[in-house]
């Protein structure tokens, strides 16, 4: 039997007449990318308002890697929402907060002493990152990346890449944010090509540092080891590594943001074990605490413990709510099962998306790892211009058939994979049909 199941047309009745109640409501700002409201959903399957079935290959972005409504973490938060719903760490401690600390502490790798605490957003994350890099190296500035994207608070902003819609008109930035290209070797900034580059783009920080900032004065880089909004990206084998080598010869703090990539998207818990890196501080969120609003920063302990006391935290970090989930989602990633389900997911796309680039003239690239997978579009093959309204096209004859996906690219020509890695591999191969029959239609072949 078919996963999907259509009642009405999408959108239905009632979500249309929602999506003008929201028009009416809420401001544009906040961007709808299908107009269909959500009833209920389970695992990698959504249901409208209108009684539609529909298949979820975006996970509200990347949230929900264990499924949605989770039965281990519906259980676990419902328990701790009867026992106490808030505390806050600052005023009453709670014991799953520390246990949560000690278990990320153990499952980042790297070989020294470590210690986390806890906010409530990636963006959070990425702001006290940069907070504790600074008062622990005692310099200002923090690198980040061409395409990169970090959140939308002003430094999580000023560190995103893309201009249009996530910082125009909402300057002045936070000061003290550089930005070099990353090793998007489909775009590469340099023109060059890999492997005969040799990664140039890490070597030529060594210049950046001579002509942008002194070495000296850049207290971290931050890095996603798979691009996430910028069209996941996934980075030649020696780029981490060599950017590793970079910034512990400059005294350069490593932050790893694992926000899109972390718990299990690509096959391991965190993106970064693929390479062997070792970041200073690793951040995590979304999936972590399975759809329920939560982050994580964990670094070097003596790095960690540079701010003082009452320099980190906030009033919700460390809900014991998301917490509580967040123990439930973690055990099902130790059992190994969710991350085999990535890695399987992963052959399956990549099995099937194999033919994609020679079939269809809109389809230049097609990459990924685990189950993070992206298929960029573009006018020509010969000249890579961006083909966004195919994107869009695509995206929309999907959502209309039951498919729920998202975009992605700082050009928004890119098609990404988020689904819940719990999908069921008959809901992924129908998914995955809906997915090639919108790319052939609007490749027109
Ligand atoms: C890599 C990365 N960092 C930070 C963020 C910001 O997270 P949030 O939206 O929870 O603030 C995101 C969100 O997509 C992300 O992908």
């Known amino acids: 039997m078919s996963a999907i199941q259509l009642k009405t047309e999408i959108p239905g009745p009632r979500s249309r007449e929602l999506f003008a109640r929201r028009e009416a409501a809420v401001p544009r700002g906040p961007i709808n990318v299908t107009p269909i409201f959500v009833q209920e959903a389970s695992g990698a399957l959504l249901i409208d308002v209108d009684g539609n079935r529909l298949i979820d290959f975006a996970g509200g972005i990347g949230c929900v890697n264990v499924g949605h409504a ?81 959140g939308r608070t002003l430094l999580a902003m000023s560190l995103t890449s893309k201009v249009h819609p996530y910082k125009a008109g909402f300057g002045p930035f936070a000061p003290e944010v550089y930005r070099a290209p990353y090793a998007y070797c489909y775009r590469c900034s340099y023109h060059l090509e890999y492997p005969a580059c040799g990664v140039a783009c890490v070597d030529a920080l060594e210049d950046y540092f001579k002509r942008y900032v002194a070495a000296e004065d850049v207290a971290a880089v931050i890095v996603e080891p798979v691009l ?18 970079v910034t512990a010869r400059h005294g350069i703090l490593l932050i790893a943001d694992e926000v899109q990539t972390g718990f299990g998207r690509t096959g391991k818990l965190f993106a970064v074990e693929h390479s062997g890196v070792v970041p200073d501080i690793l951040i995590a969120a979304k999936s972590m605490a399975g759809g329920l609003p ?7 302990a003596e790095v960690m413990d540079a701010a003082e006391v009452g320099a ?6 460390g809900n014991p709510v998301s917490l509580a989930a967040a123990h439930a989602v973690l055990d099902q990633m130790e059992a190994g099962t969710i991350l085999d389900q ?11 998306a194999a033919g994609w680039k020679a079939r269809y003239p809109i389809v230049g690239d097609v990459r990924g790892v685990g189950a993070m997978w992206a298929v960029e579009l573009v006018k020509e093959k010969s ?45 992924l191969i129908e998914g995955l049909d809906v997915f090639e029959g919108a790319l052939r239609e609007v490749a027109g072949v």
């Open 312 to 317: 980190l935290g906030g009033t919700f970090g």
């Open 228 to 245: 996430g909004e910028g069209g996941f990206v996934v980075p030649p084998k020696e780029f981490l590594p060599k950017l590793r080598e």
């Open 383 to 427: 000249t890579r211009a961006p083909a966004k309204n195919e994107t869009t096209a695509v995206s929309k004859k999907c959502y209309e058939r039951g498919l729920v996906t998202i975009t992605a690219g700082t050009y928004g020509n890119i098609l990404r994979t988020l689904m819940p890695l719990v999908i069921r591999d008959e809901e």
């Open 70 to 150: 989770n039965d281990a973490v519906v259980e676990a938060a419902s328990a701790q929402l009867e026992r106490f719903t808030h505390g806050c760490f600052h005023v009453t401690p709670y014991e799953s907060y520390v246990r949560l600390a000690e278990r990320l502490n153990a499952l980042v790798p790297g070989d020294f002493p470590k210690k986390t605490f806890f906010a409530n957003s990636g963006a959070e994350a990425v702001e006290n990152a940069v907070k504790v890099a600074r008062a622990a190296t005692g310099r200002e500035a923090v690198l980040a990346f061409e395409d990169g994207f970090h």
């Open 294 to 300: 939560l982050s994580s920063i964990t670094g070097r």
């Open 342 to 352: 990535a890695n399987r997911i992963g052959r399956i796309l990549s099995e099937r």
